[in-house]
């Protein structure tokens, strides 16, 4: 039986708008993603330690004064933020708006920052001084102990490659990054370590340097997630990505890689919402 032009007319702008509200959603409702992570190198003496994952927001702006995100990452309770670059985005600047979010996130725990590819440039300084003026701590190539129940663990950050115009490829930046941060590998390997770093495709380098635990970003979910297939393509890592988002491991080391929370070039994420990341640290039994 043929549709008659009436309903035709009824049922293409409602496809049209569920499109739209669709889309909408896929771009904006954030979701949450929990891993718990244990280790025996963990200091004793602490029930659990929250530590919630933030990247790539492209100077995206979630509720007015960021107000959506900042409840969701409240109701979270973490005990540490740490943010993994590009917290700006360099062809939609703007400034005001991602220091509004790390404004917030310093009201609920102490935040840690690294740089992205979209941060490098002539505006960087600004913004670090914008940053450091808010209390984050702005980590460039180094690392710092933090108290954690009976001992220590070690937060480090490392800049983007794009940062570093001495060293030949990004294997190389990333290795003098981390040689500078642990100032020249003098650090105890009994201390449980966290890295921050932007690039998820350089895994081999942090699991080389013995680094317990990775957070990354920069691939944005592969943009648009496949079914069975995962995120479709990411920079520097082309089509079907090997580290899109999620856990991995290798060796003694894992790294946790958030899909992200705003979008560049391409505007429209796909199967792949915006994503906050809760990572629980527990100490394990020797």
């Known amino acids: ?16 708008i569920a499109i739209i509200v669709f889309l909408y959603f896929e771009n904006n409702a954030i979701g949450i993603t929990k891993y718990q992570l244990s280790s025996a190198k963990l200091p004793e003496g602490f029930e659990s330690y929250r530590i919630v994952h933030l990247t790539d927001l492209h100077s995206k702006s979630f509720g007015k004064d960021q107000s959506t995100i900042t409840r969701k990452v409240k109701k979270l309770k973490p005990d540490l933020i740490v943010m993994t670059g590009d917290l700006v985005d360099s062809r939609r600047y703007n400034e005001a708006i991602s220091l509004m979010l790390m404004r917030k996130m310093t009201e609920i725990a102490p935040v840690y920052y690294v740089t992205g590819n979209h941060e490098w440039g002539s505006r960087f300084p600004s913004l670090a001084k914008g940053l450091r003026e808010l209390g984050v701590h702005v980590m460039r190539n180094e690392s710092e102990l933090v108290k954690l129940g009976e001992g220590e663990i070690r937060i480090a950050g490392v800049d983007d490659p794009t940062f570093n115009h001495e060293a030949d490829g990004d294997v190389d930046k990333m290795n003098a ?41 920069h691939a944005h979910g592969g943009q648009v997630r496949l079914p069975f297939l995962g995120g479709l393509v990411a920079p520097g890592q082309g089509f079907l990505p090997k580290y899109d988002g999620g856990k991995y491991t290798e060796g003694g080391s ?33």
Request: without cysteine; aromatic residues 8%.
């Open 1 to 16: 039986m043929r549709m008659t032009k009436k309903r035709l007319f009824t049922i293409i702008p409602l496809a049209i």
């Open 177 to 217: 990054h981390l040689g500078a941060a642990f100032k020249g590998g003098d650090r105890s390997k009994d201390v449980y370590t966290i890295l921050l770093s932007h690039r998820p495709e350089l895994f081999s380098v942090y699991a080389q340097n013995q680094i317990d635990v990775t957070f990354s970003g």
């Open 254 to 286: 894992t790294m946790i890689v958030s899909r992200g929370l705003g979008n560049s070039i391409i505007p429209q994420r796909l199967f792949n919402r915006p994503e906050v990341v809760l990572v629980e640290l527990k100490r394990a039994n020797e």
